[in-house]
């Protein structure tokens, strides 16, 4: 009788499942086995082998996007490389000059200027400017500026570009920028002085602040002289 009581009143075993069986009466049993026992067998699982078949499938198209980047035509290096290449064309069609009467004149914006650029031309230029800064008291300007206030200065139809190299001599820490139709200015020059070829009649593409514009012997060369004023003061 003793021993009969003791086996009524003995905690039942728990029946031990099948590996990867789920509680019936928890609907997250599958979860909370895998957590416990390692990676489930079901093929929808995370297993070693299908990570490894997943990465192998991926690689081709990874390599087939590497190409692709490489052809597209934002390349950095390719756009560096087609503007050199129009930047070569263009200063190379900027000076080759054309020849008449034994002249010689101006390749950018042809027939826009009707003087020549040849070494004659070069010549009256410069004896030009020195007649005119002998005129006004050896002096390259009349304007009341104020040196440390001066940052940026434009000179228009700056021909050999003495007017500007001796401005930046004056104004050593100002940015003096010279534009003409033709690049015959010098090569060396103070290291704030700088020349670009353009065409001040055409529409002005970069809107630069200058606290001195200078615009002299332009009188034949300017055809819209009120278009001029209003883009120097806009």
């Known amino acids: ?3 009969s009581s003791k086996k009524d009143f003995s905690p039942p075993r728990a029946v031990e499942s099948a ?23 079901s093929p929808q699982g995370s297993s070693p082998h299908a990570a490894e078949d997943f990465s ?13 980047a490489g052809n597209t035509p934002n390349d950095p290096a390719e756009m560096d490389e087609r503007i050199s290449n129009y930047t070569a064309s263009l200063a ?21 200027y009707a003087f ?16 005119k800064v002998r005129s006004i008291g050896n002096k390259l300007f009349l304007a009341p500026l104020e040196k440390e206030k001066v ?5 228009i139809g700056t021909g050999t570009g003495i007017w500007a190299i001796e401005m930046g001599d004056v104004f050593e820490n100002a940015e003096i920028i010279g534009i003409d139709l033709s ?19 055409s529409p002005w593409v970069v ?16 055809l819209d002289w009120p278009k001029l004023v209003r883009n120097i003061y806009e």
């Open 1 to 3: 009788m003793g021993d």
């Open 207 to 222: 809107s630069c602040k200058y606290n001195y514009i200078m615009c002299r012997h332009m009188v034949a060369s300017i």
């Open 151 to 155: 940052h940026r200065i434009l000179d």
């Open 92 to 112: 190379s069609s900027v000076v080759d000059y054309p020849i008449e009467y034994g002249r010689r004149y101006h390749a950018f914006r042809p027939g826009v």
């Open 116 to 131: 020549p650029n040849d070494e004659a031309e070069m010549d009256r230029l410069d004896m030009s400017h020195a007649v």
């Open 56 to 68: 192998h499938a991926s690689e081709p198209d990874g390599v087939a996007l590497e190409a692709d």
């Open 19 to 41: 590996p990867g069986a789920a509680d019936p009466a928890s609907p997250h049993g599958r979860v909370a086995e895998q957590s416990t026992s390692g990676p489930a067998t």
């Open 183 to 201: 690049p015959i200015q010098p090569k060396w020059v103070p290291p704030n002085v700088k020349f670009e070829v353009d065409d001040v009649e």
